[in-house]
């Protein structure tokens, strides 16, 4: 399968702990978005990569979320200190650069905060 | 203020019936134009696009969108429904007319359900 993998598909935690999400984009996509889906609601984006470079960021993003690209490859997120509002389906995608809108979404992983 | 609105939260469409999902826009500049599907258990997947030129656009799985300016509206329509239709449907737009990077915006999504 060389689509958007996401680990782990399901976390749950207790409020306070921290978590952590991986994604793997398509191999050759040089962008990558993390995205949050509460029910009810469509995707909001949170953040951007060009690269390993982290251009955008949603106000969305508290100081307690955080998110790496280090080679360029993948990617990870990083909630400190749950809260049980961050219960949420977290989803990553890639693109090509100029593939305006074009996103390649992952199945997403979905946190439980007790 | 800008926003993309689906009005219809879920819709239930008899199989082989046809179906209609509305997607309308508030943006100074049309904006580009997407639809995604989210169906159980497996990621967003684009089914259609416009940017510009015929207002028809055809996509996958046998669904079109009209885009018509004067209503702001880019409905998503299918001829004849399928049990595996039977999804979570965003409109889905990229403001366009600044410079830099363009977020995908989405609307809250209608959910379709089809019965037989």
């Known amino acids: 399968d060389t689509g958007v993998s996401q680990n782990p598909r399901h976390k749950i935690t207790k409020r306070g702990q921290n978590v952590t999400f991986r994604c793997d984009p398509i191999?050759?996509?040089?962008?990558l978005y993390w995205y949050r889906q509460t029910l009810g609601q469509g995707p909001e984006f949170l953040t951007y990569f060009q690269n390993e470079a982290q251009l955008e960021k949603s106000r969305l993003l508290s100081d307690r979320f955080s998110a790496e690209r280090p080679k360029g490859s993948f990617s990870t997120l990083e909630i400190q200190r749950t809260e049980q509002g961050d219960s949420a389906m977290y989803l990553c995608?890639?693109?090509?650069?100029?593939?305006?809108?074009?996103?390649?979404f992952g199945e997403g992983s979905r946190l439980t905060v007790l | 203020a800008q926003s993309v609105t689906q009005p219809d939260i879920h819709i239930t469409v008899s199989e082989g019936a046809s179906l209609e999902l509305r997607c309308n826009y508030s943006?100074?500049?049309?904006?580009?134009l997407f639809w995604y599907v989210q169906s159980p258990g497996q990621g967003l997947q684009l089914l259609l696009k416009?940017?510009?030129?015929?207002?028809l656009v055809q996509g996958i799985k046998g669904f079109e969108a009209e885009f018509k300016r004067s209503q702001s509206s880019f409905n998503l329509r299918k001829p004849s429904v399928h049990w595996s239709d039977a999804a979570e449907y965003f409109c889905?737009?990229?403001?366009?007319?600044?410079?830099?990077?363009?977020?995908?915006?989405f609307g809250t999504g209608t959910r379709l359900l089809v019965s037989p």
């Open positions: 995608a890639s693109s090509l650069g100029l593939s305006t809108g074009e996103l390649f």
């Open positions: 416009y940017f510009s030129g015929d207002t």
């Open positions: 191999s050759e996509h040089n962008r």
């Open positions: 889905a737009v990229v403001p366009r007319g600044n410079t830099g990077f363009q977020k995908l915006v």
């Open positions: 943006y100074g500049a049309t904006p580009y």
